[in-house]
């Protein structure tokens, strides 16, 4: 009697050892099953669609782009479109030649724009060139730089006024403000100081854009301080093809910037 109890016994631990080692492995397993499923799945696994709005000044609607396609946009389109990521592109282009801060910002109240804007996926913004002929036409023969230190920061606070604007609209979107360029050298070469000028707004510009997040700065004035190749259109101010395709390629490898590290992010959230 004493045996078969003792048997008994002996079965009951086994049965309890084989449970608890199955649970054991049971939740081994879960645990890696947890962590497969974390894993972020690929981009290009879902193709989606990108919506563009671009805004701004002759740049964004394309003046001196031969082929009449919105200038830099296309070649933008083209090069996102080559990513396995983005099934298509849409681009809504809102640029009208001529405009300053101050008209661009009017312009966010139009419901067209705004409607546009709320659905946007990256918005981008050319804008400054016209603020600063503005200064050098009023005073164009009385120019000091103290007259553009003034306006400069009338300047930053309208643009600040535009992002906060487009940020009260989409907060999702990815604002790219392109910086401007001098080519104001071909027509008042006496003038020493524009580069300095170019560059304090190109400044400013980066610094209101550095206060809000998903919002990145692009440079793209060295490329027209390389005098080895023309980048200018026939009238000597605005861009031409190959400038305008130089322009996309800056501001999408900065985009691509952004998308390896909110990547990296998200990769590194999903282990934890």
């Known amino acids: 009697m004493l045996k078969k109890l003792t048997l008994l016994h002996l079965c009951i631990l086994l049965l309890a050892a084989c449970s608890q080692t199955l649970t054991s492995n049971q939740a081994l397993a879960v645990k890696q099953t947890s962590i497969i499923l974390k894993e972020p799945i690929p981009e290009a696994f879902i193709p989606r669609a990108v919506s563009i709005v671009a805004i701004g000044d002759s740049l964004t609607e394309g003046v001196g782009d031969n082929n009449e396609e919105g200038g830099y946009l296309s070649y ?14 849409e681009v809504n282009n809102f640029g009208k030649k001529g405009h300053r801060t101050e008209q661009l910002f009017e312009r966010l109240i139009e419901e067209e724009i705004r409607l546009a804007i709320m659905e946007a996926d990256i918005v981008t913004i050319t804008i400054g060139g016209n603020d600063v002929m503005k200064v050098v036409k009023e005073n164009i023969f009385n120019l000091e730089l103290d007259l553009f230190q003034k306006e400069i920061t009338a300047y930053s606070e309208r643009l600040t006024k535009i992002i906060e604007t487009l940020r009260t609209i989409n907060e999702d979107a990815t604002i790219v403000l392109i910086g401007i360029y001098n080519p104001f050298s071909t027509w008042f070469s006496d003038i020493k100081e524009i580069n300095l000028i170019v560059d304090e707004w190109n400044k400013v510009s980066h610094e209101v854009v550095d206060q809000y997040t998903k919002t990145l700065f692009v440079e793209i004035n ?51």
């Not at 389109?77 to 396995?84: A, D, I, Y």
């Not at 996309?248 to 390896?260: D, G, H, Q």
């Open 222 to 272: 060295e490329l027209f301080l390389d005098n080895s190749e023309n980048m200018l259109y026939d009238d000597h101010f605005h861009p031409n093809d190959q400038a305008y395709e130089q322009i996309a390629t800056r501001v999408f490898e900065e985009l691509e910037k952004i998308n390896e590290r909110s990547y990296t992010v998200r990769k590194e959230e999903s282990i934890d």
């Open 76 to 89: 933008l389109s083209r090069l996102l479109e080559s990513k396995k990521s983005f099934s298509e592109i």
